[in-house]
């Protein structure tokens, strides 16, 4: 065999990136840069200013180029490039990146923010509730249930598909003791459902948000809250689910009015129930497998949207406990 066609014949691109700021494309300390160059170890990655040349094997370099085209596209339309969308778009396939579609756009948040399906499961979250009433949502924390939930019933809201939300959590404490706390039983209860406000914070504005909770147009309550009530014309969510009883769950579910929406979301990782008490998130979701009407995502560490350690520090206790979501 001749030497020659063993040898890959090298690729050079040079990408010029005009009305941008490099700072802001690469990272503070190039940390987004950093990433692209150990994504492609075989491609020689460099920048000066608003060139980035990139020099390897054709198509590891054009892949490498369509990574950083798909960075450049982000941060114009998006004015922000924040680095667990890097790492996200790094790690997904060609079907991974068309999660970024203008179709993916969820709400649009306080100050015009498009709020998006950033991760395929997310997006999954997205499609699931267009076509069933309830959707399980299941996997580990920094994945965007939560956030990706309330989202998509702020959206509901807006649209005029429902006439309240309704955001409910069990009042579960994770290793402390809130009961000491001063104050009536809103002030005790609400530490337990601040993720949920956090949400809502950033998703409609101050006056018009106060308006809605005074009103009750969203209402925020502990599980307990809901025995003997009919939940209509609602988009619900039910947060932090792993922290139900199958019990507690049968009654929340039993509640749905015949117009009404529902989330429920859980990490199976992190259960707080006392030791004498089972979750009975996975028993529910396995009663009702195959039932028409209800899905379930299950989300896994590929898809946390926190800081980039967050998906190792997962990946981590995964391996320590010899826990997986999908068991």
């Known amino acids: 065999m001749c030497l020659i066609s063993k040898i890959k014949l090298l690729s050079e691109i040079v990408l010029t990136l005009e009305d941008l700021d490099p700072v802001e494309l690469y990272g503070r300390n190039n940390v987004k840069l950093n990433l692209l160059k ?125 006439k309240k939300i309704i955001l409910t959590r069990p009042a579960v404490e994770a290793g402390e003791s809130l009961g000491f706390l001063p104050g009536d039983l809103k002030e005790k209860i609400d530490p337990y459902l601040r993720p949920l406000y956090d949400a809502l914070d950033d998703l409609i504005p101050f006056d018009k948000l106060t308006q809605f909770m005074t009103n009750r147009t969203i ?3 502990p599980l307990a809250f809901m025995r003997g009530r009919t939940l209509d014309h609602a988009f619900i969510i039910l947060d932090e689910a792993q922290n139900a009883t199958t019990t507690q769950l049968k009654m929340f579910l039993t509640r749905l009015g015949p117009s009404a929406k529902c989330m429920i979301t859980g990490d199976l990782s992190q259960i707080d129930l006392p030791r004498s008490q089972r979750s009975g998130l996975r028993d529910t979701i396995r009663i009702l497998k195959g039932l028409k009407g209800i899905r379930t995502v299950r989300l896994t560490k590929e898809d946390v949207v926190r800081h980039r350690l967050v998906k190792e520090i997962i990946g981590a206790f995964e391996i320590s406990q010899g826990y997986s979501e999908e068991e």
């Open 38 to 162: 150990e994504a492609f170890p075989e491609v020689l990655i460099t920048s000066r200013g608003h060139h980035l040349r990139l020099v390897g094997e054709k198509k590891q370099t054009q892949r490498a180029k369509g990574k950083v085209e798909m960075m450049v596209k982000l941060l114009k339309k998006d004015k922000e490039l924040p680095t667990h969308t890097v790492v996200s778009l790094l790690n997904g396939s060609s079907q991974y990146e068309r999660i970024f579609d203008e179709k993916m756009v969820i709400v649009h948040g306080r100050n015009g923010r498009p709020i998006k399906a950033r991760t395929l499961n997310q997006r999954r979250m997205v499609e699931a509730v267009g076509k069933n009433d309830i959707v399980f949502a299941v996997g580990p924390a920094g994945t965007g249930k939560t956030y990706t939930s309330v989202a998509l019933a702020v959206r509901a809201l807006k649209n005029r598909m429902v």
């Open 219 to 221: 209402e925020v309550a």
